[in-house]
């Protein structure tokens, strides 16, 4: 039986590899508005770091789930599944087509597959974390991680204490690990029939020239007045998710005098190497997904898009 559900497409790919660009395209050609998949964007304020789409185009093609959440705030992957999935029905029933481009890829799987049934949040049992993360590092309670769930370890860097203090919140509360949980079927199935579409340079020197290309401007563009500002209000400080995204993080360093200029700038641009390293290997996760490079297959990207269209 064919599938009869509307349309849409998920363009994916690293950081700095030009999903902005190719997505306002194909919005403009198909009739189609933006939905970002993106953890850092639905940020207030953080507009030069992220590289979150300006006035002028947001003026060509119309993007959803920006600007979501002050920096204090949280938001998390249930939030943007539930969001997004509202912002793709309401363009769908204005008869366009929803175009989800990004490159978090807990956002995508909670919207494309569903986020396995897990207990909520315990407020006590997180405060515990925390204070054993003050009297004995982080690096001691990824430790732990490691030895009671190394799949989840493996996929949380030690320098992330959100997750590892979901991770081991969930292996405490429960007696089960947290990649146990992920792996237990949600038993989802999206509304949507959903093309995805991974972009990336075939040779990791050209998206490593993007990237420091593209921090460079940022640089130009004023990215340490807008961390200073952030730095001033002071329901912000340096350990919330927002201010550790990339670049973020190290420019909040960099601010406290960590760092001189030049360290800044490499240390910024070799995390943002490492990021795009994780995105590559979770989209290499995505079986169902074709890759193309953009510079050297965009007619066959092009193509496989219009197939599916029409």
């Known amino acids: 039986m064919r ?22 395209e194909w919005a403009q050609h198909w009739g189609g508005e933006i939905v970002s998949v993106d953890s850092a964007l639905v940020y207030r304020r953080m507009n030069i770091g992220t590289a979150k789409p300006d006035a002028a185009t947001l003026a060509q093609a119309r993007h959803h789930l920006l600007d979501l959440r002050e920096p204090q705030q949280t938001y998390s992957a249930a939030d943007f599944a539930r969001d997004a999935l509202a912002a793709m029905q309401d363009i769908q029933q204005r008869g366009r087509l929803p175009i989800l481009a990004g490159g978090t890829g807990l956002y995508f799987q909670a919207l494309l597959e569903g986020l396995s049934p897990m ?3 315990d407020p006590a049992l997180r405060a515990q974390l925390q204070a054993e993360a003050g009297q004995y590092g982080w690096a001691s309670l990824h430790g732990e991680l490691a030895r009671v769930d190394p799949l989840a370890a493996a996929r ?39 093309l995805k579409l991974v972009i990336a340079p075939q040779h990791r020197a050209v998206l490593h020239a993007r990237i420091a290309q593209r921090f460079d401007a940022m640089l130009a563009a004023g990215f340490l007045d807008e961390v200073r500002a952030l730095r001033a209000d002071p329901l912000l400080h340096a350990e919330l998710p927002s201010m550790r995204a ?20 490499e240390q910024a641009i070799a995390a943002t190497r490492q990021l795009a390293k994780r995105q ?3 989209l290499r996760g995505e079986l169902d997904a074709c890759w193309f490079d953009p510079e050297q297959q ?3 990207l092009n193509g496989a898009l219009s197939r599916f269209l029409q």
């Open 156 to 194: 949380i860097h030690a320098t992330d204490p959100q997750r590892i203090v979901r991770a081991l919140e969930v292996w405490r509360l429960t007696g089960r690990r947290l990649s146990d949980w992920q792996a237990q079927p949600s038993g989802h199935r999206l509304p949507f029939r959903v």
């Open 246 to 265: 990339v670049g973020y993080r190290q420019a909040w360093a960099h601010l406290e005098g960590d760092t001189d200029a030049v360290q800044f700038r």
């Open 298 to 300: 965009l007619l066959a």
């Open 280 to 282: 590559l290997t979770w």
């Open 3 to 24: 599938d009869q559900r509307p349309l849409a497409v998920a363009l994916m790919g690293p950081t700095a590899s030009g999903k902005t660009a190719l997505a306002v």
């Open 119 to 121: 207990p909520e949040a």
